[in-house]
């Protein structure tokens, strides 16, 4: 049995470059974040520590789902952390004119 060289083709692998995305977080801090061209808003949320259940991302002043792709074109967006839950004290309405609470 005859064993062959193996001849080793080294061909440059083309660099794919992904978008650059800045993302403002309201009362945080600014990332700037290179991510794949196919990537999710859910990505982007991961790749700067947002938990998707508890922020929503903001394109041109509407929120978007966070499986929707990002658009080639969207550069910045805005992430706004959501507030829930907590147990707080029940506000009475005041009925009448007396001003009773």
Do not use: C, F, Q
Request: proline letters at 5%.
């Amino acid at each position: 049995m005859r064993v062959g060289l193996v001849r080793w083709a080294y061909a440059e692998v083309p660099h794919i470059e992904g978008m650059k995305v800045t993302a403002r977080v309201m009362n945080g801090d600014d990332h700037e974040v290179e991510l794949p061209e196919d990537a999710t808003y859910a990505r982007l949320l991961d790749e700067i520590g947002e938990n998707p259940e508890a922020a929503v991302v903001v394109v041109d002043g509407r929120p978007v789902p966070e499986d929707a792709r990002i658009d080639d074109e969207v550069r910045e967006v805005k992430v706004m952390r959501t507030i829930s839950g907590g147990r707080g004290r029940r506000m009475r309405t005041v009925s009448g004119g007396r001003g009773r609470r």
